[in-house]
Nanobody, 126 residues
Framework: VQLVESGGGLVQAGGSLRLSCVASGSTLDDYAFGWFRQAPGKEREGISCIGTYDNITYYGDSVKGRFTIGRDNAKNTVWLQMNSLRTEDTGIYFC????????????????????WGQGTQVTVSS
């Protein structure tokens, strides 16, 4: 599976961005997708995840109520709508995929994902 993210950029605090992850190479219905964020000097952080056939979703505490994840299997795309952005949302955002149903405790573990995109930079200014 190959993943390519897009949609990052520079935005003022309070603004919105929509990230997209286009996947290719396999049937996407079988994969769960996660979004991760890495800020300078910090570990990669799980932001959100969407499951396979049941489309169950998970969110990190820092983004609950502000970010929404979705998928369109017909377009091979997973997206992340980010609203009410804060300066602490700044970082490189990665899309990742794995063939397993996500769990409430495991979905945010980067090591459980086998496929990664190259990342897209999001910068939120004050």
């Amino acid at each position: 599976v190959q993943l390519v993210e897009s949609g990052g950029g520079l935005v003022q605090a309070g603004g919105s961005l929509r990230l997209s992850c286009v996947a290719s190479g396999s049937t996407l219905d079988d994969y769960a997708f996660g979004w991760f964020r890495q800020a300078p000097g910090k570990e990669r952080e799980g932001i959100s995840c969407i499951g396979t056939y049941d489309n169950i979703t998970y969110y990190g505490d820092s983004v609950k109520g502000r970010f929404t994840i979705g998928r369109d299997n017909a377009k091979n795309t997973v997206w992340l709508q980010m609203n009410s952005l804060r300066t602490e949302d700044t970082g490189i955002y990665f899309c990742a995929a794995q063939e397993w149903p996500p769990t409430p405790t495991g979905w945010s573990t980067p090591a459980l994902y086998d496929y990664w995109g190259q990342g897209t930079q999001v910068t939120v200014s004050s």
